[in-house]
């Protein structure tokens, strides 16, 4: 996690992120200066931004909106008050409502990003100053320091070539907190063909199989949202173990960026656990993002150690080799 202290300071109004990156200062400015980039980490995992207007100019605004899991749909603006590149800019950042104009019940704040060079890169100390202590209080009560934490810890991936931050390391799974796992893993293949194949049952069937001696019998998908989709795997000849499978409704499909479903064992009445799936594309290659809500840290720690990362990779390398050179 790149931030390393965030300070709430109830007399003086304030919360203070401390956060360091090893990219030099000019590179962490043009993350914060260009929206398309700010779209891969402005918003919490789950909550992926998209900034439909962007004035990057003393008194310009910048419109976003981010997009939950389940359809919830939350939108703000950004009101530049100075910009200082590649060291400082500020801005009040306020909410919207659905026409796009600032939402009297949550007062703007603002908020003072500066960037410093260090001797292994940048510290970034983003000040957030709030209009009254009911207001700080608010924001924090509604998440804002475990969302800000999680939200900056994407910002590695922008600031890296993509195959420079992911290429030979595998399938990587990141405990983010007690209810949520982010894994990644770099595809050699562009978006279009990786979304296909995680999406038409005959390239599924292909190389979603998990460990050698297994075979999939069941590939049911949902291609919109409400859909239901069921996959079933068994055993192949003295291959060890019991057929298995998983069930559930998509809740979001945005192709092909996105996939949003919930997902329990079948056969039992859950927990449901959410697989928000995300892919991004750079170079030829894509980036395969899932972000996993648990309904409790006892049941994220019992679906990891069945070896579903080691089965994960072992499909994910047959996806490379089976499907995307064909």
């Not at 209810?179 to 069937?205: D, F, S, Y």
């Not at 291609?223 to 173990?241: I, K």
Request: aromatic residues 10%.
């Amino acid at each position: 996690m790149p931030v390393t202290d965030v300070t709430t300071d109830a007399d003086n109004l304030t919360m203070t992120v401390t956060a360091d990156f090893a990219a030099p200062i000019e590179r962490v400015w043009a993350a914060y200066s260009d929206p398309r980039q700010l779209e891969r980490f402005w918003g919490p995992p789950g909550w992926p931004a998209t900034f439909t207007a962007w004035d990057h100019t003393i008194g310009g605004r910048a419109n976003y909106t981010m997009n939950g899991p389940r359809g919830e749909k939350s939108s703000g603006y950004w009101e530049f008050l100075a910009i200082e590149a590649p060291h400082r800019f500020e801005v009040l950042d306020g909410f919207t409502d659905e026409q796009g104009d600032p939402n009297e019940q949550f007062p703007p704040l603002r908020m003072d990003f500066t960037f410093q060079p260090t001797a292994e890169g940048t510290r970034m100390v983003t000040t957030s100053h709030f209009v009254s202590l009911e207001s700080l209080e608010q924001v924090v009560a509604m998440g804002m320091v475990e969302g800000t934490k999680m939200a900056m810890a994407q910002l590695d991936a922008v600031l890296q070539d993509l195959r420079e931050y992911a290429q030979g390391k595998g399938t990587r799974v990141e405990l983010l907190d007690d209810t949520h796992v982010r894994i990644t893993r770099l595809v050699e293949g562009p978006r279009e063909l990786v979304w296909r194949a995680h999406t038409e049952p005959e390239l599924i069937k292909r190389w979603m199989l998990g460990p050698e001696g297994w075979e999939m019998t069941e590939c049911e998908v949902g291609l919109a949202a409400g859909d239901r989709y069921r996959n079933s795997w068994a055993p192949v000849g003295d291959t060890e173990g019991e057929p298995f499978g998983f069930e559930g409704e998509m809740l979001l499909v945005d192709a092909p960026r996105r996939a949003v479903q919930l997902e329990r064992m079948q056969g039992t009445d859950g927990p449901d656990v959410l697989n928000d799936i995300n892919f991004y594309e750079e170079d030829g290659a894509t980036l395969v993002t899932v972000l996993m809500e648990f309904p409790d840290a006892q049941t994220r720690d019992e679906i990891l150690a069945t070896g579903m990362a080691e089965g994960m990779e072992q499909s994910y390398q047959r996806l490379e080799s089976a499907v995307l050179t064909v």
